[in-house]
């Protein structure tokens, strides 16, 4: 589908993608139906078709656009580092904040594994570059001991994303539906965390800055 050429066309395909962010988690994919995604977003049915060729589209959209967002949240983060070891914790710091405002990325991109594999691979290997990219350069410059970037890459992502899943999805072990009672990484899972990671790259004597707690759990949010 073409982009839109419009302000408002933006506005209304950005309406559309947040409101399949709620109506894909709420519901998950099968049963989610562009009406009732329609009727969400206050746009008119006919109007879907200007900017998706169809459910799946729309769904492939929303998983780039999650994506892109949580990759933003997660680079404007580490950019407030002073080095390696900084930049990591500012990252998951705006991980977790993200995934608390917008749990239904657990369940979009765990269903894109069935609905479209190609969508999961490529959120993930996304996520994946920008870790291997400031890994290498922190190599290269002694911030990090001797890992294999890519390895280590993979390996962090897995402990965001389960860290998050247990305390930002389940803070009190809730079994509803996903997003039910999201909150923020509590401050002591968080330092503990980042300690674990920083042993693990081998920064473990190289000082960070600790934020106060309500600077850990404010991220701020872009436009859809």
Not at 5 to 34: D, H, P
Not at 75 to 85: E, F, I, V
Not at 93 to 108: D, S, W
Not at 154 to 163: D, F, K, Q
């Amino acid at each position: 589908m073409n982009e839109p050429r419009t302000k408002r066309g933006e506005q209304t395909k950005a309406k559309l993608l947040a409101a399949a962010e709620e109506v894909f988690a709420e519901q998950g994919y099968q049963a989610a139906s562009i009406s009732r995604i329609t009727e969400r977003a206050s746009v008119a049915q006919g109007t879907f078709y200007l900017y998706f060729a169809s459910k799946l589209d729309l769904f492939e959209q929303l998983v780039e656009d999650l994506n892109r967002r949580v990759r933003k949240a997660m680079s404007d983060g580490a950019a407030r580092g002073s080095n390696r070891a900084e930049a990591e914790a500012e990252g998951f710091r705006e991980f977790f904040a993200f995934t608390a405002e917008h749990p239904a990325l657990y369940r979009v991109v765990r269903e894109a594994e069935y609905v479209s594999p190609g969508a999961m691979r490529n959120h993930y290997e996304r996520i994946v570059e920008g870790y291997r990219d400031g890994l290498t350069r922190a190599k290269a410059n002694g911030e990090v001991g001797d890992i294999d970037p890519e390895v280590a890459a993979w390996a962090l992502m897995g402990v965001g994303e389960m860290i998050g899943m247990r305390y930002v999805l389940w803070p009190t072990g809730d079994t509803g539906p996903y997003g039910t009672g999201a909150t923020p990484v509590p401050d002591h899972v968080f330092d503990e965390m980042v300690a674990f990671v920083r042993r693990a790259l081998g920064t473990a004597d190289t000082p960070t800055t600790s934020p106060t707690a309500s600077t850990r759990t404010t991220a701020s949010k872009e436009d859809a």
